[in-house]
């Protein structure tokens, strides 16, 4: 650089100003250059960190106890990928995740354990290994799970929110319930029955973009992909892939975040196909390998994994699985950037 042009980057700077062209072509890249990299929490070598943080901190004094999921390529950031957040949270027999309620949606996937509850605006669910539950924008919600002495058994479970999306727009808001647990104002199963049988009571009239059903129980998603399966639904790249839907708009449960539940039967050799949505995977049964990018990674019950915006990704299948996933895929289609591509 000749000493003209530095002296003129000097005084530009004094005004806060810089030179488009000397950053050009990393602001507007031929094609994306993720930061987060492809990456496995392999969760038989976590789990015992998992236990752990049970008498380290009480799920009352850490407000929610989670062992955040942190990219490689993120370090620090609290992010699996730039716009989401990944988590395994625990709650122990006989605790209480106080209520609380915030801008950031949140989706948990149960991993293990049973009988432990969320609430969400006044009406609970019962938590089983499989289930899809949200949590949307600034709905109150609490968790909790029985005494030992009543069944209660330690439960783990997936967090997903957009909590680096939402950071990014500076749209970050919190507030706590005054008590620890908000009143039960509806039974369990209420939503469900209202709009979970492809009906809904016939004067309601719903504006909001996330679903009235806040939670999916899995025995129904796992029965719908052995049906297809079994009447040859079978896709080269995807297996049987099925996606999560609000029944009154037929849109995603959530504005920003896409959810899946997806069936590899035993031998099955993906295709190969990429995407600017970077997604999030949950094993819920089986094992096999997931290739992204350059990296190979082998995958087992409950293990989670992450194949950044525009990597190959590519799935096999030594046994017969199942995949959950979550990814930005509502947020990438409403600005018109999402991309994809089947090799």
Request: hydrophobic share 40%; charged share 20%; proline share 8%.
């Amino acid at each position: 650089m000749n000493e003209h042009r530095a002296a003129y980057y000097e005084l530009i700077a004094r005004r806060q100003m810089a030179p488009l062209w000397e950053s050009l072509h990393n602001l507007v890249p031929p094609q994306p250059k993720p930061q987060a990299k492809a990456a496995i929490w392999q969760y038989a070598q976590i789990r015992d960190l998992v236990m752990q943080a049970g008498a380290v901190i009480s799920a009352e004094e850490a407000v929610r106890r989670v062992l955040v999921l942190e990219n490689p390529g993120l370090p620090g950031k609290s992010s699996i990928t730039p716009s989401l957040y990944a988590g395994l949270q625990l709650i122990l027999p006989g605790e209480i995740a106080p209520s609380h309620r915030h801008t950031q949606s949140a989706l948990r996937f149960i991993i293990e354990g049973r009988g432990a509850w969320t609430a969400v605006n006044g009406e609970r669910t019962t938590m089983r290994p499989g289930d899809f539950i949200i949590t949307p924008s600034w709905t109150w919600h609490d968790h909790g799970n029985p005494s030992a002495e009543d069944g209660g058994e330690p439960v783990v479970w997936l967090d997903g929110l957009d909590i680096p999306l939402v950071a990014s727009l500076d749209a970050g808001f919190a507030e706590s319930f005054p008590e620890a647990t908000q009143p039960v104002t509806r039974p369990e199963g209420y939503s469900f029955a209202r709009f979970g049988h492809n009906m809904a009571p016939v004067r309601e009239r719903v504006s909001d973009p996330t679903s009235p059903i806040f939670s999916y129980p899995y025995e129904r998603s796992r029965e719908a992909l052995d049906k297809l399966y079994r009447h040859g639904d079978l896709d080269a790249w995807d297996g049987v892939k099925l996606r999560y839907v609000n029944p009154m708009t037929g849109g995603w449960p959530m504005p920003t975040m896409a959810t899946f539940m997806q069936y590899l039967p035993a031998g099955f050799q993906g295709r190969t196909s990429r995407s600017t949505d970077a997604t999030v995977y949950c094993v819920v049964e089986g094992h096999g390998t997931a290739h992204i990018g350059d990296a190979e990674f082998s995958f087992s019950k409950h293990d989670v994994f992450v194949a950044p915006s525009w990597q190959p990704v590519r799935l096999s299948a030594l046994a017969e699985s199942v995949l959950f996933s979550y990814s930005d895929r509502p947020v990438l289609a409403a600005l018109n950037l999402l991309r994809e591509e089947r090799i």
